[in-house]
């Protein structure tokens, strides 16, 4: 069973960019399909981004398009979001999942981490 730990949020003014990381320990990352996901004060999870497959392509949310890159460094066992151009709606809980490819279901969360845009 994977374990995930994100970092790497904080509190940025609005046009600022932040890198998120999600470290994995316990099984290697490219065993699973990744993204992130998350959540605004007051709404529901909403997904982010994600890769397509194991080893496949990126794919974003609409909101994020353009500003926003998922990547994954398999050598140090972890995936990154980087955000750019962010804006005071992108305030929200960032978690990393993971998820098996025979399987549509997000089994593995990390705990989460904050990322606050100031206008």
């Known amino acids: 069973q994977v374990q995930l730990v994100e970092s790497g949020g904080g509190l940025v003014q609005a046009g600022g960019s932040l890198r998120l990381s999600c470290a994995g320990s316990?099984?290697?990352?490219?065993?699973?399909?990744m993204g992130w996901f998350r959540r605004a004060p007051g709404k529901e999870r909403e997904f982010v981004a994600a890769?397509?497959?194991?080893?496949?392509?990126?794919f974003y949310a609409d909101s994020v398009k353009g500003r926003f890159t998922i990547s994954r460094d398999n050598a140090r066992n972890t995936v990154y979001l980087q955000m750019k151009a962010l804006k005071p709606e992108d305030t929200a809980v960032y978690y990393c999942?993971?998820?098996?490819?025979?399987?549509?279901?997000?089994?593995?969360w990390g705990q989460g981490t904050q990322v606050t845009v100031s206008s």
């Open positions: 999942a993971a998820r098996t490819g025979n399987s549509p279901l997000w089994s593995y």
């Open positions: 890769f397509s497959g194991t080893g496949g392509d990126p």
């Open positions: 316990g099984r290697t990352l490219n065993s699973y399909i």
